[in-house]
């Protein structure tokens, strides 16, 4: 646990970003904002490719076949929770795409046999609970709101995209085990960069015409976020269990909190500050029990 711990941090810290430089692309809709921050990644690892000359050494068809449903998974998840957050409140979206590391925890004991501990539990629990207090927090619930069929629709998207997250979790523990990380996150962002291409033509998604710090913001989205970000937490996939890098990601909204206070001078409610208290809690408790045996 000592090297990934740093890992870790750096992961969450990398990802945290996300929200800032997303908010910084305010002419861009959300579905090209998404293309561009995995097109931009994906190219910059195949060059990286060419340069090193990188080889994917005794890479099998199964390995690469599960690569490719790992890149499935990743755009479906973002792909899905885009969707939702047009149809249903922030607050439901939010609250039901946290649920990601109960998925995970039950898809880790059923498909990994990984045995989840009490401390790893509690964990999920807190990191569950905190992220629905930081969106009840963030006024997104309202007695007011009257459930329709595009609001449940909208649920049930969010509930499937945490699906989707568990299973690129899911996976990627399992091919980082024999895998090395440049030669995983290749194939999976590549494959993911052209499942949301095709979505964002097939759309009708404008690509051009936005500002120029659009384009920067989007290009510093897919350097920080995914390829510093992401590649962390697939790094760590190798080292500890699925469950606690679920629960770490969830660190998310405490550092986009604390960046969105310093760049958009955004204040912290109380609620808000008891949920990514809870999530903060939930992260120390699962470290504990979070390696793999």
């Known amino acids: 646990m000592t090297r990934t711990i740093p890992v870790l941090i750096i992961g969450v810290i990398s990802i945290s970003f996300a929200a800032i430089f997303i908010r910084f692309c305010d002419d861009m809709p959300s579905m090209t904002i998404a293309g561009f921050r995995f097109v931009i990644a994906s190219l910059i690892l195949l060059l990286i490719s060419c340069f ?18 790992s ?10 929770w885009i969707i939702a957050l047009k149809m249903t409140s922030v607050a439901s979206a939010v609250v039901l795409v946290t649920t990601n ?10 498909l990994l046999k990984e ?6 539990m509690i964990g999920i629990v807190l990191s569950f609970v905190g992220s629905a207090v930081i969106a009840i927090g963030d006024g997104g619930i309202s007695g007011s709101m009257v459930l329709d069929k ?21 996976i990627g523990s399992k091919m980082r085990e024999k895998m090395d990380t ?18 964002v033509f097939a759309g009708g998604y404008p690509v051009l015409g936005f500002k120029t710090s659009s384009y920067i913001s989007v290009a510093l989205l897919a350097i920080v976020p995914q390829l510093l970000g ?32 310093f760049f958009f001078k955004e204040t912290i409610s109380f609620l808000q ?17 979070g390696a793999k045996n």
Not at 55 to 66: A, I, P, R, T, Y
Not at 101 to 110: D, L
Not at 155 to 169: C, E, K, P, Q
Request: glycine residues 6%.
């Open 52 to 69: 090193k000359k990188h080889n994917f050494g005794d890479l099998s068809v199964k390995e690469f076949f599960w690569c490719t449903v």
């Open 230 to 261: 992401h590649t962390s937490f697939n790094w760590v996939l190798k080292h500890i269990k699925t469950s606690m890098v679920a629960i770490t990601i969830l660190g998310e909204p405490i550092g986009a909190t604390i960046l969105a206070y």
């Open 71 to 80: 890149g499935a998974f990743l755009a479906l998840h973002m792909i899905l």
């Open 115 to 120: 045995r989840q501990s009490k401390e790893l």
């Open 182 to 199: 440049f030669s995983y996150i290749l194939i999976v962002y590549t494959i993911t960069a052209a499942i949301v291409l095709m979505v």
């Open 150 to 170: 595009t609001a449940l629709t909208g649920d049930i998207l969010a509930l499937l995209g945490a699906v989707m997250a568990s299973g690129y979790l899911i």
């Open 273 to 289: 500050f008891l949920g990514i208290l809870g999530i903060f809690t939930a992260i120390v408790i699962a470290s504990r029990k």
């Open 101 to 110: 590391p109960i998925f995970v925890a039950i898809f880790s004991y059923v």
